[in-house]
T-cell receptor, first 116, second 111 residues
Framework: DTEVTQTPKHLVMGMTNKKSLKCEQHMGHRAMYWYKQKAKKPPELMFVYSYEKLSINESVPSRFSPECPNSSLLNLHLHALQPEDSALYLC???????????????FGNGTRLTVT | SQQGEEDPQALSIQEGENATMNCSYKTSINNLQWYRQNSGRGLVHLILIRSNEREKHSGRLRVTLDTSKKSSSLLITASRAADTASYFCATAGGYGNKLVFGAGTILRVKS
């Protein structure tokens, strides 16, 4: 079991759909992350939020839109995705941002996204 | 782009044997971390070693860090079938406020 909860576990969407991925943690962590992972590859960083402010956007296409409503929640809004966006989307949190301390990341179990 | 390279890419051993995985990286770091990922699941943090540390132990895990060679190794002793997973090293500090993962090693422990 993980302390970072991601919903839904699986999502199938068409290229014209709008959907959202949700992530929640109640560990009091102040940094939250979205990673994208393709099969047999390492996770690739997409976004970092630190103290509820977007601190890193790894040149992610605008069809992915992150949102951090409060310190416990992180959303990823999806619109007009392409089939190549199909992947496992992982949310993670850490006590503070990576640069500030040696705190490890706690990952959720991910959302398996399929774009048709 | 990926920070670290890991070898081997895949490792198959018998239960009870030791497994060693290596990680190399390119820039200066604040710390290096190892994570495990079971198939289709999230990553689980195993151990963190700071740049001023050379060796660290946690249960059956032993991690070494050689900053002069920009490399680290993860040793799992007395492996179990449940250790079957992908193992990733990740570095913090070389790329600012983020953790960058290596390519990973797929470990299979046969019972």
């Amino acid at each position: 079991d993980t302390e970072v909860t991601q919903t839904p576990k699986h999502l199938v969407m068409g290229m014209t759909n709008k959907k959202s991925l949700k992530c929640e943690q109640h560990m009091g962590h102040r940094a939250m992350y979205w990673y994208k992972q393709k099969a047999k590859k390492p996770p690739e960083l997409m976004f970092v939020y630190s103290y509820e402010k977007l601190s890193i956007n790894e040149s992610v296409p605008s069809r992915f839109s992150p949102e951090c409503p409060n310190s416990s929640l992180l959303n990823l809004h999806l619109h007009a995705l392409q089939p190549e966006d199909s992947a496992l989307y992982l949310c993670a949190s850490s006590r503070t941002a990576v640069r500030e301390s040696n705190s490890p990341l706690h990952f959720g179990n991910g959302t398996r996204l399929t774009v048709t | 782009s990926q920070q670290g390279e890991e070898d081997p890419q895949a490792l198959s051993i018998q239960e009870g044997e030791n497994a060693t995985m290596n990680c190399s990286y390119k820039t200066s770091i604040n710390n290096l971390q190892w994570y495990r990922q079971n198939s289709g699941r999230g990553l689980v943090h195993l151990i963190l070693i700071r740049s001023n540390e050379r060796e660290k132990h946690s249960g059956r895990l032993r991690v070494t860090l050689d900053t002069s060679k920009k490399s680290s190794s993860l040793l799992i002793t007395a492996s179990r079938a449940a250790d079957t997973a992908s193992y990733f090293c990740a570095t913090a500090g070389g790329y600012g406020n983020k953790l960058v993962f290596g390519a990973g090693t797929i470990l299979r422990v046969k019972s």
